[in-house]
């Protein structure tokens, strides 16, 4: 993209607010959001990612589905940790997911619309921006 | 087939202790009595964080929060709550009449948390400027381009009252204020990303998360001081902050909110990034300053501070990657509202790095003025293993201990100063009762006498002194003057040594002493560590009521120092035994036991 101007970066930024909030990248309007911090990468997040590029793969859902990285969560205690956001479900946070865990979400999170057991963490604060 | 509703039970080992098993099972079969099982889905947690309140029960998707909730409770909830969609007000965190219903950020608990500096971590794509600008990126930048004039933003950051996160607090209004005033056309700005700490990974985690608030912060500087050019120091082991820094840097010039006439304002501004060897010297900002000029990272006395004097000779603005964060924040949403949090004269939040004996160990951002008791145990989740809480190391090699006593201090630049340690960076080290406060202070002093760079005697000498000294007493060949030693040598050293490093060295070891006088005492006396960690003043024995003639001590011991008849009381031989530990871990009885 070309230079912006004032005018054109605040119209880029309320187009993108309402994609943030929805969250819905070019039809795919399930997200899956890995944490790749470091100590996220040194839990094994990219072996998480990778588990669940190849899950989407062959359960044929990549159409619907983005993955997606984020930085540090703050739950450093339980990672890798991974945010799942999709329609008619509830926004969860799964820590401890390893690339078993990660084929279970996408079987049963977002195949099966049911959480997953034993891996749901709660977001660590709340914060400024609306 | 999908649920309606979610029930969450907090499955952690705080409410695990308090029943929150038969919680999740009773609600579990009132579902299936009430018929709602392919409706209703019950999932057992990890540990809300909220362990204080606990047994927790969230439900979903209306998001109430329930506390202190009994096995009896089940029933109710899925019979009022589920079937007829009205919440348990007597269970719901959140009392008020007022409020529809408690969600997780009206609850103060969360609320202890806020996060500013850590505003988009963990929430954004840190590699897509795009989702930065919907989250307020860039705003700031905005306004200081075309709505404020240098002064402007010189005042509103007064307003804020942001003092220094990178230890030593200084006003950073006041800073830029120098540099803003210094004569010259040539100035600098510096995001200080050496982050030399032990524990302390907040400054990585901002910039591998949030990469452009700091790059938007610091054109925000050039802007108020009249700078062009900015340079981030960062130490080569951070690969992934380097990366993410760089491409963040690339897409923001591709917008034009870097480089050449920013959002066509004819202002202009770039940065580059300059790698640092990982030497926790280079983190002092004279000596970081020197480093980036190309010549070995060593210190200068000081005055002339950077401000008015720094890099090439020119007035420099240097801040801390934590100091940046904020910056954007109080520009776009200003000062008055930034003042509304913290203390009197510690503004805004601070980002803590919790680690060691501790439950929730990660990255806390808490308004300044949150007490220790509420860091440890509501956020932090309290010490595993029910060991009891001993004291929490603050700011690093540079900071000092807090015990139990102090608990319910209130956090912040002078409160932390009143007890002998600092803020620091904001590493803060949990440790329990096996945990030995003089070698823990063995254990920074070892790092500050690695990291000398040697300039100044007092620093050199005086630091490699005192570590012997300690290393003595652990070995028990201490002598109750090595008290007088340690404190004299200390103060010498806070004193007479050039750099912040050499003056604030001594600092584990005075602290500890203050707060541990006894313990000392013990190694050095009594030949004996309370925490039964230092291995020379340590011994394995088995207690005879306890043992019961196992045999598997014997049999695990790796030099054979165990003695004993079948079914009859084992000895150890102390002549023999390595005080390897294996016995203690092994007898099933508890018959063995550290002296
Ligand atoms: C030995 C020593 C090490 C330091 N290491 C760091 C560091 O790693 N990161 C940092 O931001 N400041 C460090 N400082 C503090 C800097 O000298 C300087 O005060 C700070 O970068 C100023 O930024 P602030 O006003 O935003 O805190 C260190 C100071 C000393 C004496
Ligand atoms: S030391 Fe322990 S394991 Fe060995 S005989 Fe005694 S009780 Fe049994
Ligand atoms: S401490 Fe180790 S070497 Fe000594 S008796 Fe026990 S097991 Fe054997
Ligand atoms: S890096 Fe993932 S939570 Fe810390
Ligand atoms: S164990 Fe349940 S909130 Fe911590």
Known sequence: MAKMTLEELRKLRDSKKKELNKRDVADKNIQIIVGMGTCGIAAGAKETLDAFLQELDEKKLTEKVMVTQTGCMGLCYVEPTVEVIMPDMPDVIYGKVDAEVARKIVRKHIQGKALVNDHIYDRPAADIVE | MAFTNYILVCGGTGCESSKSDQIFKNLIAECEAQGLKDTVQVVKTGCFGFCEQGPIVKILPEDSFYVRVSPEDAKELISEHIVKGREVKRLLYNRDESKKRARVEDIEFYQKQFRIVLRNCGVIN??????????????????????????????????????????????????????????????????????????????????????????????????????????????????LAIKRLQIAMEQSRGYGLLGKDILGSGFDFDIEIRLGAGAFVCGEETALLASIEGERGMPKPRPPFPATKGLWGCPTVINNVETWANVPVIISRGGDWFAKIGTEDSKGTKVFALTGKIRNSGLVEVPMGTTLREIVYDIGGGIPGNKAFKAVQTGGPSGGVITADYLDTPIDYSQLQKLGSIMGSGGMIVMDEDDCIVDVAKFYLGFTVEESCGKCAPCRVGGRTLYNILDRITKGEGEMEDIEKLKTIGKAMQKASLCGLGQTSPNPVMSTLHYFGDEYKAHIKDKRCPAGKCKPLISYHILADKCIGCGVCARKCPVHAINGERRQLHEIDHDICIKCGECYKACKFDAVYVR
């Open chain 2, 126 to 239: 840190p590699e897509n400027i795009d989702e930065y600008i919907a989250r307020d990126g860039y705003k700031a930048l905005e306004r200081a381009l075309f709505d404020m004039k240098p002064e402007d933003i010189i005042n509103e950051l007064k307003a804020a009252g942001l003092r220094g996160r990178g230890g030593a607090g200084f006003p950073t209004w006041m800073k830029w204020n120098f540099t803003k005033q210094a004569a010259g056309d040539v100035k600098y700005i510096v995001c200080n990303a050496d982050e030399g700490d032990p524990g302390a990974y907040m400054d990585r985690s901002t910039l591998e998360g949030d990469p452009h608030s700091i790059i938007e912060a610091m054109t925000i500087a050039g802007i108020a001081v009249g700078a062009n050019q900015g340079y981030i120091y960062i130490r080569a082991e951070y690969p």
